[in-house]
């Protein structure tokens, strides 16, 4: 039985993988909060409004990538690790629960500490994220993540651990503070009703996930022209200059490294005051692909990937 029992709950531990994922589009979650806020450099407002209103477009890939596998698989380990340094008990919640006010908001939280209204979130990150959990530090969007759960939970504070690197252990608290929240439920309130319920797709922004989005979304494709209005006819002649301002910077970057190589010669290190340049030989090996296809064609057949893309370009024309 769910430990909040004043909230609607959903039974997830005997659940597949898929009917967990299927469960996951119909509502706001923790991880989404961040995505809506703009916090999070993986996805965008746009993509997860494709993932909530099509969600056979783009796969929730929250099982298949490997950083979040090996974050699940070690879960268990920074929560046993949080119980050894601060002689708290944690145990594991495993329902799907819901905001008293708003039944399309949603928290999957890792941990219920016992004896205090607080949760548990566990996280790992790699080495070189160091510095994003220094001092009282924590990530944007893991910030986020824990007052989305404790506006649905209604819980005091979240503690957050992380292990990082694999070998560097840190926790934080991360205290209620009601009016960030009601902030937070507002923006995903808006987001849901705005965008999802009416299936109107949200501004596009300049991100890899909405470009990603995009090119899902819209990869059945009619040989049309489209007129685009005066109006927006800028948007042609911005992406020409930024196109051609990157061609000359770089040009103008190739010209410096070549500089430097030559400075360097035989040598494969170059050092100055704040900088070094390395210049280091490699090897690949790769697939002849034209000859595995006349040698062996099966083979190649068998293990052959065809990849649909739908490439954007720009150009001048007379008109």
């Not at 995505?35 to 099509?54: D, F």
């Not at 007129?227 to 020409?240: C, L, N």
Request: glycine share 4%; proline share 3%; net charge negative.
């Amino acid at each position: 039985m769910s430990l909040f029992k004043n909230l609607k709950s959903i039974k997830t531990k005997d659940m597949s993988e898929k009917e967990w994922l299927e469960l996951r589009t119909h509502s706001i979650g923790g991880s989404d909060c961040g995505t809506i806020l703009n916090m999070n450099k993986w996805s965008s407002p746009y993509k997860l409004w494709v993932q909530k209103c099509y969600p056979d477009l783009i796969e929730d890939n929250v099982l298949d990538n490997e950083y979040i596998y090996w974050g699940n698989t070690l879960e268990e380990v920074v929560a046993k690790e949080f119980e050894r340094r601060t002689n708290k008990k944690v145990r594991r919640h495993n329902y799907m629960m819901y905001h008293k006010d708003y039944d399309f908001i949603s928290a999957n939280v890792d941990r219920v500490v016992i004896g205090e209204n607080a949760l548990l979130e566990c996280k790992t990150a790699s080495e070189y994220k160091k510095s994003e959990w220094q001092d009282d530090n924590v990530p944007g969007s893991y910030m986020a993540q824990c007052y989305h759960y404790m506006a649905v939970t209604g819980v005091d504070r979240v503690y957050i651990a992380v292990l990082i690197g694999g070998n560097h252990f840190v926790w934080k608290t991360i205290e209620r503070d009601d009016e960030v929240i009601e902030q937070i439920i507002q923006k995903e309130v808006e987001f849901w009703n705005d965008y999802v319920v009416t299936k109107t797709p949200p501004p596009v922004d300049g991100s890899d996930a909405t470009s990603e989005a995009l090119n899902v979304f819209w990869q059945d494709t009619k040989d049309n022209s489209v007129v685009i209005e005066d109006s927006e006819a800028s948007y042609f002649k911005a992406i020409q200059s930024i196109n051609n301002q990157i061609k000359r910077l770089k040009s103008e970057k190739k010209e410096y490294e070549n500089t430097l190589k030559e400075l360097l010669g035989e040598n494969e290190k170059a050092v100055t005051n704040g900088y070094e340049a390395t210049w280091k030989p490699q090897q690949q090996k790769r697939i002849d692909s034209k000859r595995l296809k006349e040698e062996q064609p099966e083979i190649y057949e068998k293990y052959i990937k065809e990849i649909k893309s739908r490439p954007f370009k720009v150009k001048e024309t007379n008109g």
